[in-house]
């Protein structure tokens, strides 16, 4: 069974950084996307940053220059590097997986598998 487990979340001032882990468990595939998302309450999950198979990545135009999405494949690890935090970053963050290939990374519906979230606060 895939497992996708997120850690690394906690509370920041407001310019700090934050580097959030996702460890990836029980998938058999060859070719995988991924990516991290974010939800506050009474709003939609929202994406934050993606990256395929092929190392591309796709960022949304709120966090485009402050947050860099990697992976580092041999411990089945997918990052987010977060700088220049602000108030409303504040939100919790979930990682999520998806088999094969997709050209929107910042969907929701590509993605079959999602962890349990972290909590990510930069207090105002």
């Known amino acids: 069974q895939v497992q996708l487990v997120e850690s690394g979340g906690g509370s920041v001032q407001t310019g700090g950084s934050l580097r959030l882990s996702c460890v990836a468990s029980?998938?058999?595939?060859?070719?995988?996307?991924m990516g991290w998302f974010r939800q506050v309450p009474g709003k939609e999950r929202e994406g934050v940053a993606g990256?395929?198979?092929?190392?591309?990545?796709s960022y949304a135009d709120s966090v485009k220059g402050r947050f860099t999405i990697s992976k580092d494949n041999a411990k089945n690890t997918l990052y987010l590097q977060m700088n220049s935090l602000k108030p409303e970053d504040s939100a919790m963050y979930y990682c999520?997986?998806?088999?094969?290939?997709?050209?929107?990374?910042?969907?929701?519906?590509?993605?079959?598998?999602w962890g349990q979230g972290t909590q990510v606060t930069v207090p105002s």
């Open positions: 990256i395929d198979s092929a190392g591309r990545t």
């Open positions: 999520a997986a998806g088999q094969g290939g997709t050209n929107y990374l910042l969907a929701r519906y590509p993605y079959s598998y």
């Open positions: 029980g998938y058999t595939w060859s070719r995988y996307f």
